[in-house]
């Protein structure tokens, strides 16, 4: 069964600073890969996706994500944080045939001035 | 492109109380998804939905609740007999065929709180 790790439950930046969200996944097949945001209380917002081709997609908001075979991972980036990306960060992986897609537990990022 | 839609947004309801959320989807998406998240965790999956047919169903969907999409445009989901473990927020998703892309998007959530 697919699965996805995202070992930081909470990070805390400065604003201004570099950004680096870990996730790591378990699947057989070639991973759909995805980074969604959430705000309190809110839906969740795709940030971006991996499904061939570039293993470095870039994604709205300033954000991008590195697809690593060998590593099982898909870590986002951001070279720089800003004040209103405080929120709580998913990494997800999809089924083959896209019919569900597994979430990992989140990981919540502050930012302070 | 009106997003996909969730009502209620919350709903407070006594213990042993059925409540129905419903979610319309974005026009013309024939795959629905309804997902559940509580505090701290991520979303899991509960069901979906392709046009009108169920195709998948969690482990995690027992009996109490039951989802349906009569038409293959909106859905209902049904918890019955509601119970303390079941506050949590539901999410519905949609996607369209392969070649409108694999993008899934989320409504709002409908928060479920248990008293």
């Known amino acids: 069964a697919q699965s996805v790790t995202q070992p930081d439950i909470h990070i805390t930046v400065s604003e201004g600073a570099s950004l680096e969200l870990r996730c790591n996944y378990s699947?057989?097949?070639?991973?759909?890969l995805f980074w969604y945001v959430q705000s309190p209380g809110q839906g969740l917002q795709l940030l971006l996706k991996?499904?061939?081709?570039?293993?470095l997609v870039q994604g709205i908001k300033g954000f991008e994500a590195e697809f690593k075979r060998s590593q099982s991972s898909f870590n986002l980036r951001k070279p720089s944080v800003h004040w209103s990306d405080a929120a709580e960060y998913f990494c997800?992986?999809?089924?083959?045939?896209?019919?569900?897609?597994?979430f990992g537990t989140g990981t919540k990022l502050q930012v302070i001035p | 492109d009106t997003g996909v839609s969730q009502n209620p947004r919350h709903k407070i309801t006594k213990r042993g109380q059925n409540v129905t959320f419903r979610c319309d989807p974005i026009?013309?998406?024939?795959?629905l998804y309804w997902y559940r998240q509580t505090l701290g965790q991520g979303p899991e999956f509960l069901t979906y939905?392709?046009?009108?047919?169920?195709?998948?169903k969690s482990r995690l969907l027992s009996d109490r609740f039951s989802a349906e999409r009569p038409k293959g445009s909106f859905s209902t989901l049904e918890i019955q007999r509601t119970e303390q473990g079941d506050s949590a927020m539901y999410l519905c998703?949609?996607?369209?065929?392969?070649?409108?892309?694999?993008?899934?998007?989320f409504g709002e959530g409908s928060w479920l709180t248990v008293v």
């Open positions: 991996y499904f061939s081709g570039d293993t």
């Open positions: 939905f392709q046009n009108e047919a169920q195709l998948e």
């Open positions: 699947y057989g097949a070639t991973p759909y």
């Open positions: 998703a949609s996607r369209g065929t392969f070649n409108s892309g694999n993008t899934i998007y």
């Open positions: 026009s013309e998406h024939n795959r």
């Open positions: 997800a992986v999809g089924e083959g045939g896209y019919q569900k897609v597994t």
